[in-house]
Protein backbone atom coordinates (compact mmCIF):
# COMPACT_ATOMS: atom_id res chain seq x y z
CA UNK A 1 0.00 0.00 0.00
CA UNK A 2 2.88 2.70 1.29
CA UNK A 3 4.54 1.82 -1.89
CA UNK A 4 2.12 2.31 -4.14
CA UNK A 5 1.74 5.40 -2.90
CA UNK A 6 5.44 6.12 -3.19
CA UNK A 7 5.33 5.16 -6.46
CA UNK A 8 2.31 7.12 -7.76
CA UNK A 9 3.88 10.42 -6.01
CA UNK A 10 6.69 9.58 -8.38
CA UNK A 11 5.12 9.20 -10.60
CA UNK A 12 3.28 12.59 -10.74
CA UNK A 13 6.71 14.47 -9.80
CA UNK A 14 8.48 13.08 -13.17
CA UNK A 15 5.22 13.83 -14.87
CA UNK A 16 5.35 17.69 -13.47
CA UNK A 17 8.77 17.76 -14.35
CA UNK A 18 8.54 16.21 -17.61
CA UNK A 19 5.64 19.11 -18.27
CA UNK A 20 7.58 22.18 -16.71
CA UNK A 21 10.34 21.35 -18.80
CA UNK A 22 8.85 20.54 -22.09
CA UNK A 23 7.24 24.46 -21.52
CA UNK A 24 9.93 25.53 -20.17
CA UNK A 25 12.44 24.70 -23.23
CA UNK A 26 9.96 25.86 -25.70
CA UNK A 27 9.76 29.42 -23.85
CA UNK A 28 13.46 29.21 -23.80
CA UNK A 29 13.50 28.51 -27.12
CA UNK A 30 11.47 31.48 -28.24
CA UNK A 31 13.79 33.76 -26.18
CA UNK A 32 16.52 32.31 -28.05
CA UNK A 33 14.94 33.66 -31.52
CA UNK A 34 16.50 36.74 -33.56
CA UNK A 35 13.24 39.76 -34.14
CA UNK A 36 13.34 38.11 -37.38
CA UNK A 37 12.56 35.26 -36.17
CA UNK A 38 9.92 35.81 -33.99
CA UNK A 39 8.19 38.03 -36.77
CA UNK A 40 8.44 34.03 -38.89
CA UNK A 41 6.97 32.46 -35.89
CA UNK A 42 3.99 35.05 -35.55
CA UNK A 43 3.84 34.35 -39.48
CA UNK A 44 3.95 30.83 -39.21
CA UNK A 45 0.59 30.89 -36.76
CA UNK A 46 -1.38 32.96 -40.05
CA UNK A 47 -0.06 30.60 -42.30
CA UNK A 48 -1.14 27.83 -40.32
CA UNK A 49 -4.42 29.16 -40.53
CA UNK A 50 -4.72 29.76 -43.75
CA UNK A 51 -1.66 30.24 -46.49
CA UNK A 52 -3.12 30.47 -49.87
CA UNK A 53 -5.30 33.47 -48.30
CA UNK A 54 -2.64 34.49 -46.89
CA UNK A 55 -0.04 34.83 -49.56
CA UNK A 56 -2.78 35.75 -52.57
CA UNK A 57 -2.57 31.78 -53.74
CA UNK A 58 -5.46 30.86 -56.21
CA UNK A 59 -6.61 27.05 -55.88
CA UNK A 60 -9.33 24.95 -57.24
CA UNK A 61 -8.09 21.38 -56.88
CA UNK A 62 -8.58 19.22 -53.80
CA UNK A 63 -5.07 18.61 -52.10
CA UNK A 64 -4.31 14.97 -53.03
CA UNK A 65 -3.32 13.84 -49.71
CA UNK A 66 -6.70 14.73 -48.27
CA UNK A 67 -8.45 11.69 -47.52
CA UNK A 68 -11.72 9.83 -48.95
CA UNK A 69 -13.44 9.40 -45.61
CA UNK A 70 -13.12 13.46 -45.55
CA UNK A 71 -16.30 15.56 -46.31
CA UNK A 72 -14.62 18.96 -47.58
CA UNK A 73 -13.78 20.13 -50.90
CA UNK A 74 -11.26 22.05 -53.07
CA UNK A 75 -8.85 25.06 -51.54
CA UNK A 76 -10.13 24.31 -47.57
CA UNK A 77 -8.48 20.44 -48.03
CA UNK A 78 -5.31 22.70 -48.06
CA UNK A 79 -5.10 24.44 -44.94
CA UNK A 80 -3.18 23.03 -42.15
CA UNK A 81 -6.01 23.41 -39.68
CA UNK A 82 -8.11 21.35 -41.80
CA UNK A 83 -6.06 18.37 -41.47
CA UNK A 84 -4.38 19.02 -37.97
CA UNK A 85 -7.27 20.86 -36.24
CA UNK A 86 -7.18 24.18 -34.56
CA UNK A 87 -6.18 21.88 -31.05
CA UNK A 88 -3.14 20.89 -33.08
CA UNK A 89 -4.43 17.05 -32.26
CA UNK A 90 -5.41 16.24 -35.28
CA UNK A 91 -8.07 13.01 -34.82
CA UNK A 92 -7.24 12.63 -31.46
CA UNK A 93 -8.76 16.49 -30.48
CA UNK A 94 -11.81 17.85 -31.89
CA UNK A 95 -11.33 16.52 -35.43
CA UNK A 96 -12.01 12.85 -33.90
CA UNK A 97 -15.69 12.98 -35.51
CA UNK A 98 -17.64 15.70 -37.57
CA UNK A 99 -17.71 16.86 -40.53
CA UNK A 100 -14.00 17.90 -40.12
CA UNK A 101 -13.30 14.50 -39.59
CA UNK A 102 -9.51 12.79 -41.80
CA UNK A 103 -8.35 10.49 -39.53
CA UNK A 104 -5.08 12.66 -39.61
CA UNK A 105 -2.61 13.31 -36.77
CA UNK A 106 -1.97 15.90 -34.67
CA UNK A 107 1.54 18.28 -35.39
CA UNK A 108 1.95 18.23 -31.47
CA UNK A 109 4.76 15.25 -31.63
CA UNK A 110 6.74 18.02 -33.44
CA UNK A 111 6.79 20.80 -30.95
CA UNK A 112 10.23 21.32 -30.07
CA UNK A 113 11.47 19.95 -33.32
CA UNK A 114 14.20 21.13 -35.27
CA UNK A 115 12.64 23.99 -37.73
CA UNK A 116 14.87 22.20 -40.54
CA UNK A 117 13.70 18.84 -39.70
CA UNK A 118 9.96 19.97 -39.83
CA UNK A 119 10.28 21.84 -43.41
CA UNK A 120 11.38 18.07 -44.78
CA UNK A 121 8.28 17.14 -43.55
CA UNK A 122 6.12 20.00 -45.49
CA UNK A 123 8.05 19.20 -48.82
CA UNK A 124 7.40 15.72 -48.44
CA UNK A 125 4.96 13.80 -51.05
CA UNK A 126 2.64 13.60 -48.64
CA UNK A 127 2.74 17.46 -48.39
CA UNK A 128 4.19 18.63 -51.62
CA UNK A 129 4.30 22.32 -50.26
CA UNK A 130 7.65 22.19 -51.60
CA UNK A 131 6.37 23.80 -55.17
CA UNK A 132 3.94 26.07 -53.83
CA UNK A 133 5.11 27.66 -50.66
CA UNK A 134 8.20 29.82 -50.69
CA UNK A 135 11.14 28.43 -48.97
CA UNK A 136 11.04 31.82 -46.09
CA UNK A 137 6.99 30.85 -45.87
CA UNK A 138 8.06 26.89 -45.20
CA UNK A 139 10.24 28.30 -42.44
CA UNK A 140 7.81 30.51 -40.96
CA UNK A 141 5.51 27.43 -40.57
CA UNK A 142 8.13 25.45 -39.44
CA UNK A 143 9.33 27.65 -36.36
CA UNK A 144 5.49 27.67 -35.87
CA UNK A 145 5.11 24.47 -35.74
CA UNK A 146 8.30 24.05 -33.22
CA UNK A 147 7.89 26.84 -30.65
CA UNK A 148 3.86 28.33 -31.73
CA UNK A 149 2.13 25.61 -31.19
CA UNK A 150 0.50 24.77 -27.16
CA UNK A 151 -1.23 21.36 -25.35
CA UNK A 152 -4.80 23.69 -25.56
CA UNK A 153 -6.13 20.96 -23.31
CA UNK A 154 -3.82 22.60 -20.40
CA UNK A 155 -5.79 25.75 -20.66
CA UNK A 156 -9.48 24.92 -22.44
CA UNK A 157 -11.70 22.43 -20.75
CA UNK A 158 -12.95 19.79 -23.53
CA UNK A 159 -16.40 19.26 -22.52
CA UNK A 160 -17.24 22.67 -21.31
CA UNK A 161 -15.03 24.11 -23.93
CA UNK A 162 -14.57 27.44 -21.62
CA UNK A 163 -10.81 28.82 -20.97
CA UNK A 164 -9.36 28.40 -17.61
CA UNK A 165 -8.51 33.02 -18.29
CA UNK A 166 -9.86 36.02 -16.08
CA UNK A 167 -12.34 37.71 -18.20
CA UNK A 168 -12.03 41.02 -15.87
CA UNK A 169 -7.98 40.90 -16.72
CA UNK A 170 -8.75 40.33 -20.13
CA UNK A 171 -11.74 42.83 -20.85
CA UNK A 172 -8.49 45.05 -20.18
CA UNK A 173 -6.88 44.17 -23.55
CA UNK A 174 -10.26 43.67 -25.44
CA UNK A 175 -11.70 46.76 -24.85
CA UNK A 176 -8.71 48.87 -25.32
CA UNK A 177 -7.46 47.03 -28.35
CA UNK A 178 -10.00 44.48 -30.20
CA UNK A 179 -12.50 46.86 -29.63
CA UNK A 180 -11.64 48.97 -32.22
CA UNK A 181 -12.48 46.21 -35.26
CA UNK A 182 -15.10 44.05 -33.60
CA UNK A 183 -16.90 46.70 -30.94
CA UNK A 184 -17.43 46.68 -27.35
CA UNK A 185 -19.82 44.00 -27.50
CA UNK A 186 -17.97 41.64 -30.45
CA UNK A 187 -20.91 42.30 -32.78
CA UNK A 188 -19.18 44.85 -35.15
CA UNK A 189 -17.89 42.26 -37.63
CA UNK A 190 -20.82 39.43 -38.65
CA UNK A 191 -17.82 36.51 -39.51
CA UNK A 192 -21.04 34.74 -41.27
CA UNK A 193 -24.86 35.99 -42.64
CA UNK A 194 -27.23 38.04 -41.93
CA UNK A 195 -29.31 35.13 -41.46
CA UNK A 196 -27.32 33.11 -39.52
CA UNK A 197 -24.69 35.67 -37.84
CA UNK A 198 -21.60 34.72 -35.73
CA UNK A 199 -19.87 37.28 -34.14
CA UNK A 200 -17.07 37.30 -31.39
CA UNK A 201 -18.96 36.07 -28.33
CA UNK A 202 -20.42 32.84 -30.71
CA UNK A 203 -16.77 31.80 -31.56
CA UNK A 204 -15.12 32.04 -29.05
CA UNK A 205 -17.92 29.96 -27.25
CA UNK A 206 -18.19 27.00 -30.17
CA UNK A 207 -14.57 26.75 -31.32
CA UNK A 208 -12.84 28.12 -28.19
CA UNK A 209 -9.21 26.62 -29.98
CA UNK A 210 -9.73 28.31 -33.39
CA UNK A 211 -10.05 31.68 -31.39
CA UNK A 212 -7.49 31.13 -28.98
CA UNK A 213 -5.32 30.36 -32.50
CA UNK A 214 -6.74 33.71 -33.37
CA UNK A 215 -5.99 35.88 -30.68
CA UNK A 216 -2.22 34.51 -30.49
CA UNK A 217 -1.61 35.30 -34.27
CA UNK A 218 -3.92 37.30 -36.00
CA UNK A 219 -6.35 36.23 -39.09
CA UNK A 220 -4.85 35.38 -42.53
CA UNK A 221 -5.90 38.49 -45.10
CA UNK A 222 -7.03 40.60 -42.75
CA UNK A 223 -5.33 43.89 -40.57
CA UNK A 224 -6.12 41.89 -37.36
CA UNK A 225 -3.11 42.14 -35.20
CA UNK A 226 -1.58 39.38 -33.00
CA UNK A 227 -1.25 39.20 -29.10
CA UNK A 228 1.58 36.68 -29.14
CA UNK A 229 3.97 39.91 -27.46
CA UNK A 230 1.67 39.29 -24.32
CA UNK A 231 2.21 35.95 -22.24
CA UNK A 232 -0.01 33.00 -22.87
CA UNK A 233 -1.95 33.95 -19.53
CA UNK A 234 -3.11 37.64 -20.80
CA UNK A 235 -3.88 35.49 -24.30
CA UNK A 236 -6.10 33.13 -22.55
CA UNK A 237 -7.82 35.89 -19.85
CA UNK A 238 -9.03 37.49 -23.46
CA UNK A 239 -10.30 34.32 -24.58
CA UNK A 240 -12.21 34.03 -21.74
CA UNK A 241 -13.64 37.73 -21.98
CA UNK A 242 -14.32 36.90 -26.04
CA UNK A 243 -16.64 34.35 -23.76
CA UNK A 244 -18.77 36.58 -22.00
CA UNK A 245 -20.15 38.12 -24.99
CA UNK A 246 -23.58 38.03 -26.63
CA UNK A 247 -23.10 35.04 -28.91
CA UNK A 248 -26.24 36.58 -30.78
C1 LIG B 1 -4.49 17.17 -46.86
C2 LIG B 1 -4.12 16.94 -45.50
C3 LIG B 1 -2.92 17.67 -44.93
C4 LIG B 1 -2.65 19.02 -44.95
C5 LIG B 1 -3.43 20.11 -45.65
C6 LIG B 1 -1.46 19.21 -44.16
N1 LIG B 1 -1.02 18.00 -43.67
FE1 LIG B 1 0.51 17.73 -42.36
N2 LIG B 1 0.22 15.72 -42.46
C7 LIG B 1 -0.75 15.06 -43.21
C8 LIG B 1 -0.55 13.63 -43.11
C9 LIG B 1 -1.39 12.57 -43.80
C10 LIG B 1 0.56 13.44 -42.27
C11 LIG B 1 1.19 12.14 -41.85
C12 LIG B 1 0.69 11.80 -40.49
C13 LIG B 1 -0.26 10.65 -40.51
O1 LIG B 1 0.19 9.57 -40.87
O2 LIG B 1 -1.46 10.80 -40.16
C14 LIG B 1 1.01 14.77 -41.85
C15 LIG B 1 2.05 14.99 -40.97
C16 LIG B 1 2.46 16.25 -40.54
C17 LIG B 1 3.44 16.50 -39.53
C18 LIG B 1 4.17 15.41 -38.73
C19 LIG B 1 3.24 14.93 -37.64
C20 LIG B 1 3.65 13.59 -37.06
O3 LIG B 1 3.47 13.41 -35.84
O4 LIG B 1 4.11 12.74 -37.81
C21 LIG B 1 3.60 17.86 -39.40
C22 LIG B 1 4.53 18.61 -38.47
C23 LIG B 1 2.69 18.47 -40.35
N3 LIG B 1 2.00 17.46 -41.02
C24 LIG B 1 2.54 19.83 -40.54
C25 LIG B 1 1.68 20.40 -41.47
C26 LIG B 1 1.61 21.82 -41.76
C27 LIG B 1 2.42 22.91 -41.06
C28 LIG B 1 0.68 21.99 -42.74
C29 LIG B 1 0.28 23.25 -43.47
C30 LIG B 1 1.33 23.96 -44.19
C31 LIG B 1 0.14 20.66 -43.05
N4 LIG B 1 0.80 19.74 -42.28
C32 LIG B 1 -0.88 20.44 -43.94
C33 LIG B 1 -1.75 15.68 -43.92
C34 LIG B 1 -1.87 17.04 -44.14
C1 LIG C 1 -7.65 46.01 -37.26
C2 LIG C 1 -8.91 45.36 -37.02
C3 LIG C 1 -8.94 44.18 -36.06
C4 LIG C 1 -8.47 44.12 -34.77
C5 LIG C 1 -7.74 45.21 -33.97
C6 LIG C 1 -8.84 42.82 -34.28
N1 LIG C 1 -9.50 42.11 -35.24
FE1 LIG C 1 -10.26 40.25 -35.07
N2 LIG C 1 -10.74 40.24 -37.05
C7 LIG C 1 -10.63 41.33 -37.89
C8 LIG C 1 -11.09 40.96 -39.22
C9 LIG C 1 -11.17 41.89 -40.43
C10 LIG C 1 -11.46 39.60 -39.14
C11 LIG C 1 -11.98 38.71 -40.27
C12 LIG C 1 -13.45 38.97 -40.45
C13 LIG C 1 -14.10 38.04 -41.45
O1 LIG C 1 -13.52 37.03 -41.84
O2 LIG C 1 -15.25 38.32 -41.82
C14 LIG C 1 -11.23 39.18 -37.75
C15 LIG C 1 -11.47 37.92 -37.26
C16 LIG C 1 -11.42 37.56 -35.93
C17 LIG C 1 -11.79 36.27 -35.40
C18 LIG C 1 -12.18 35.06 -36.26
C19 LIG C 1 -13.62 34.83 -36.37
C20 LIG C 1 -13.89 33.63 -37.26
O3 LIG C 1 -14.34 32.61 -36.74
O4 LIG C 1 -13.61 33.69 -38.46
C21 LIG C 1 -11.63 36.33 -34.04
C22 LIG C 1 -11.89 35.23 -33.03
C23 LIG C 1 -11.14 37.64 -33.73
N3 LIG C 1 -11.04 38.37 -34.90
C24 LIG C 1 -10.84 38.10 -32.45
C25 LIG C 1 -10.16 39.28 -32.19
C26 LIG C 1 -9.65 39.65 -30.89
C27 LIG C 1 -9.85 38.86 -29.61
C28 LIG C 1 -8.98 40.84 -31.06
C29 LIG C 1 -8.17 41.60 -30.05
C30 LIG C 1 -7.00 40.90 -29.61
C31 LIG C 1 -9.11 41.21 -32.46
N4 LIG C 1 -9.83 40.25 -33.11
C32 LIG C 1 -8.58 42.38 -32.99
C33 LIG C 1 -10.17 42.58 -37.54
C34 LIG C 1 -9.58 42.92 -36.35
Known amino acids: MKKTKIACCLFILAVFALLVTVSSSTAEEIGKLTGREFAQLVRG????????????????????????VGQKKGAATWRCKECHGWDYKGKAGAYSTGSHYTGITGIRSYANQKPEQI????????????????????EALA???????????????RDTRKGIGDPASGG???????????????????FKDEKN???IGTVANKNPWESLHKIRWGHPGAQ????????????????SFCQTLPDK
Not at 143 to 157: C, E, K, P, R, W
Not at 173 to 185: F, P, V
Not at 224 to 239: A, E, G, H, P
Open 45 to 68: GVLYDNWFEELGVKIDKTHPSYPA
Open 119 to 138: IKVLKDNTHAFGSMILDKEL
Open 143 to 157: IFVAYGQVDVDLYIN
Open 172 to 190: RIYLSTCIKCHGEDGKEIN
Open 197 to 199: PEY
Open 224 to 239: MISLFFLTLKDQLDVL
